[in-house]
């Protein structure tokens, strides 16, 4: 079995929230062997990530998910 090629739009037609977007930089460093920069780059969106959730805590906005949303009771 083969597996299917993605079909993805081009970069700059993503949004920046994108996963192949989003995670470029920090692919591209382990792809290239840069382990210090990787690492470097994924502690930069990780801290980026806390600092959004502590601003929305503080604003007393709640998160909620896009496109999936929690399920807490069978049907």
């Given at each position: 079995?083969?597996?299917?090629?993605?079909?993805?739009?081009p970069p700059e037609e993503?949004?920046?929230?994108?996963?192949?977007?989003?995670?470029?930089?920090l692919?591209?460093?382990i792809q290239e062997k840069r382990y210090n920069d990787a690492n470097r780059i994924?502690?930069?969106?990780?801290?980026?990530?806390?600092?959004?959730?502590a601003e929305r805590?503080?604003?007393?906005?709640?998160w909620r998910p896009r496109f999936f949303t929690e399920i807490t009771e069978p049907d």
């Open positions: 079995m083969m597996p299917v090629p993605k079909i993805c739009p993503q949004l920046p929230n994108e996963s192949r977007r989003f995670w470029q930089e692919s591209t460093a994924k502690q930069v969106i990780e801290q980026n990530q806390r600092d959004k959730a805590k503080a604003s007393n906005i709640e």
